[in-house]
Structure formats: C-alpha cells, structure tokens
C-alpha cells in the first residue's frame, strides 16, 4: 500500500538532530543500516525514511546517481517541488548529483524547506547530521515518489492551507493589539492570535528552538495563544494553557492534524484531516 506523505515526513523529523559518533566518521544508524557503514550516507537517510513508512517504489539506494536515474526510468522525475518529494542536489564543480534530502515545504518564494542527512549548519553534503534547510539553488531535479491520497472528511480543512514552516525561534512577545509574535534566528517574524506583522526585528531572548511545521491556531481561554503542528503536537505560548499534544501516540499514527478546537470546559481538541476528533486529555 502507498503510504501518505505526512508519514513518510514523520519518520524524517524524528530524526532530526542525530549524529555521526565520532564526527566525520559516517559512523551512524542509518549507513549502518545500508550496509555501508564509514561511507557517506545522504542516500541511505532517504532509503530509510522511505522504507520505514512503506513508501519505497523504486530500489532502496545508497549513491545518489543510482536513486536519481531510478525515477527517471520510472518517469517520476522532474523540476517542480512538490510535498515529500525526494531532492537531489549538484554542487558547483560537480559532473553528478551528489546529495539528496526530502522535501518538507515548497514556500511561496518557490524555496524548499529540506530534511537531509549528512549535512551540517553551512548546508553542506557531507557534515554528518540530520538537520533541516531552506534551499533554493544547486537543485537538479526531484523524484515523486507514488505517495497515496488520503482520504479527506469534506467537513475538515486545516487551519491554513499550507502549513507554516518557521525558522528556529529565538523570542516570543505579546504586542499591544494582542496575540503573540514570534522572532526567529535571522530577524524574520511571525504572527499570530490577531497579532499584527511587525516586520524584522533584532529581538532574542533564548537559544534557537525549532517549531515542526503549524497548521492551526488557537487564542487561549485565559491569555496566550496554541499553535498546532502536522504531527499532532501543540505549542503553548505566552501563558496558554498547555494539556498535551497528540503526537508520537498510537492512536494518532499514520494521521495529520488539521485543525485546533476549543472545548466548553476550556481545553481543546484535535481534528485530524481524516475527521478523527481527539481529546480534550492525550
């Protein structure tokens, strides 16, 4: 059975943060898991992200040229970015593509928002962790795999329409009108609760924290604001009452969040895309 693409996504993110132990050893899990331990292992992220939510359509690969030539021999290769589609990357100077990575977010800017393994914080194909990127050159080309449909309640849209992929966090604020604005790392901003867009800012109060992709909000019944990402999880901001997400729990695998509802007894809820409802209490 075709798997859905936020599953495949899922099984990326849990990732997100691992390793090379020792560094520059290509000593970690997934090469290991390739049979190519000590060897670069982009290739063999990706092959286990696909293997693990039952999305492999073509040969499992470990060399980038080899997973590349795959979907194009199975007419699934082309230009245009969609939601979990398989990147590949050609760096300058190189006669091949030599690095590849899934894609989390297409943004309007037509940027990528990546998980890729063996990467590093300059964006490179060989630094040894799992990290998360926005790229938006040194693209040559994308792979499609045959992702399944889910089936959708026609009652159930997500709160926005396309989820919203921040930068890492760095401060939080309430402005006067209300709301809650977040900073990230480079001075963009976000808003949200009715908050309006201050524009970029310097502010920066904490170490970076990186928010899974937000596809709903809620005001808190006694101040602050909830924000909901894809996987289920809730962020709980400025004093908002926090009561758990549904992420990572059995019931919720294989399912997207959709939308964040208040309760009459104060809390809130959970939809799901497929129409399941979940809480109050995970």
């Given at each position: ?18 390793a ?8 970690v899990?997934f ?7 000590g ?18 359509d ?32 050609q760096w ?24 890729e ?64 604005v ?15 867009y ?46 758990g ?37 995970f």
């Amino acid at each position: 059975m075709a798997a859905v693409i936020e599953s495949v996504l899922t099984v990326a993110r849990s990732k997100l943060g691992v390793a090379e132990a020792p560094p520059g050893s290509n000593q970690v899990e997934f090469s290991h898991w390739a049979g190519i331990p000590g060897q670069p292992w982009c290739a063999a992220f990706v092959s286990w992200c696909l293997t693990q939510a039952e999305a492999v359509d073509v040969p499992p690969f470990v060399y980038c040229p080899t997973g590349a030539a795959a979907y194009k021999k199975a007419g699934r290769f082309g230009a245009v970015p969609t939601l979990g589609s398989v990147v590949f990357f050609q760096w300058p100077g190189s006669d091949r593509v030599c690095h590849v990575g899934l894609v989390e977010a297409v943004r309007a800017d037509s940027s990528v928002v990546t998980i890729e393994g063996n990467t590093d914080e300059r964006g490179g194909g060989s630094g040894g962790k799992v990290m998360r990127h926005v790229r938006r050159t040194n693209i040559a080309g994308y792979g499609y795999p045959q992702y399944a449909a889910m089936a959708l309640d026609p009652k159930v849209t997500p709160g926005f329409t396309t989820p919203i992929v921040m930068r890492p966090i760095v401060d939080e604020y309430v402005p006067p009108e209300g709301g809650v604005v977040l900073v990230a790392d480079n001075g963009d901003t976000y808003a949200y609760g009715g908050a309006q867009y201050p524009g970029t800012q310097s502010r920066r109060s904490h170490d970076p924290v990186q928010f899974e992709p937000i596809v709903d909000q809620l005001q808190g019944p006694t101040g602050g604001v909830l924000l909901l990402a894809t996987s289920g999880a809730v962020y709980a901001l400025m004093g908002a009452p926090y009561q758990g997400g549904a992420n990572g729990k059995d019931y919720f695998r294989g399912r997207t969040a959709a939308r964040l509802e208040a309760t009459t007894d104060g809390r809130y809820a959970i939809v799901a895309l497929s129409g399941e409802r979940y809480g109050p209490g995970f």
